[in-house]
């Protein structure tokens, strides 16, 4: 008997565990960035910052230093970023538009250097 309860305490125990990793609070980078500044003001302590915000200590110390990090980068000039996908296709299609326009203007070029050699012009 105390086998079978031992069994059916730990298999709750797992599925506990289960539905805590797959309801796992995700959070945005504003929140983030909203929970790292509040504790870094210092209005509260981090571990009341953390309990209040439902988070591990150790969560807290590793976005405040990426946070940091990233700050430190900014700061020193590092500008490169990822560009978004949206980003990426007006880029893209700018520089078609622009190919297309040196193509059409090379052409053009060479058509008058054509007429103005034909109409007896200096060849040049």
């Not at 980003?87 to 193509?103: G, I, N, P, W």
Request: net charge positive.
């Amino acid at each position: 008997m105390r086998q079978k309860s031992d069994a059916l305490k730990a298999g709750a125990e797992q599925t506990v565990r289960d539905i805590r990793r797959r309801t796992r609070k995700q959070y945005s980078a504003e929140e983030k960035i909203r929970i790292v500044l509040s504790g870094l003001r210092g209005e509260d302590s981090i571990a009341a910052l953390c309990r209040r915000e439902g988070i591990a200590e150790g969560l807290y110390y590793s976005w405040s230093k990426e946070f940091l990090e990233a700050g430190k980068k900014r700061l020193a000039g590092d500008t490169a970023r990822q560009a978004s996908s949206g980003e990426v296709t007006a880029l893209r299609r700018e520089a078609r538009d622009m190919k297309e326009l040196v193509a059409e203007l090379s052409l053009e070029n060479r058509l008058l250097k054509k007429s103005m050699s034909g109409d007896g012009g200096d060849g040049a």
